[in-house]
Structure formats: C-alpha cells, structure tokens
C-alpha cells in the first residue's frame, strides 16, 4: 500500500484542526509547485510551553496527515523542543511517506518554525534559528 495506516489515520480523522483565537504565534508556509498552503496556530504560556497547537491546511492528503502529527508532536512541548522537529521526525512518527510526497512534510517543520518565528517577534525575542529561504512574499500566501 502506498500509505501507512498512521498516514491513512491523520489523514481521515486529523487531529487539532481549527484556529486559535488570540494565537501567541501564527505560522503560514505554503509550497509554490504544488500551491498548497499550511497554517499553525500556537498556544504559548510563559514558561514556554506549547499548551495548545491547531492548523488549517489547504492541500493534499499527506500535507493534512503530517500537520496533523506536527501538532501531536509538539503539544505540550517547550519551544525549543519545538524547533527541533524535523520532517523526517514527522515522517518516521507516520511510519514513512511515499518519496514524492516528503515535501509535504517539509511544509510542516516549516509551519512550526515560522509560528515560533512569529512568536520571538512579537514577544521581542530575536530569531536565533534559521527559517526557509524560500519564504519570500510571493511564495507564502497569507489569507488574511
Ligand atoms: Fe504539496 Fe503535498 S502535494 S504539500
């Protein structure tokens, strides 16, 4: 079978999807090629910790089921934990990815870290970790 069973899992019933109201950082990223979209709201309390998490993704299956594992993974981790993840994390945590879709979890290490980047900035604290270079404005298409 192309997907895992976890793939299959977070795809069909994805956890933590919907919005934060009053989010301490919102991350947007979106794939140029493929045109899908990917958006992660964090809940953030003052030691740190990732007390809640959500996204919205408009794009195929495997960018749902890795948001969704994204957000399983990082919820009630510290920040720092946070920006540890990789998308091989995310890809071994759903038991593999068919090679051509990996970039679809890329897109969700990706929507972690600019959420946090968000959050550094609007609480002063300077970007101390690299973000996607290929985050310009045309590429990341904001909704709102
Ligand atoms: Fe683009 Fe999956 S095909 S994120």
């Known amino acids: 079978m192309l997907y895992s069973e976890k793939v299959m899992d977070h ?41 809640d998490c959500k996204f919205k993704t408009f794009g195929c299956g495997a960018a749902i089921a890795t948001s969704s594992m994204a957000t399983e993974l990082i919820k009630g981790k510290s920040v720092k934990e946070a920006l540890a993840l990789t998308n091989s994390a995310v890809v071994e945590a759903l038991d593999g990815l068919p090679p051509v879709k990996v970039h679809c979890s890329v897109l969700a290490e990706e929507a972690v870290r600019s959420a946090i980047a968000d959050y550094y900035k609007r609480v002063g604290r300077p970007i101390d970790f690299e973000l996607p270079e290929e985050h310009d404005e045309e590429e990341v298409v904001e909704e709102d």
């Open 11 to 51: 795809f069909t019933n994805p956890r933590n999807v919907g919005e934060i109201e009053d989010a301490q950082g919102v991350g947007v990223v979106g794939n140029a090629k493929c045109g899908d979209i990917m958006k992660i709201y964090l809940e953030i309390d003052e030691n740190d910790i990732i007390t």
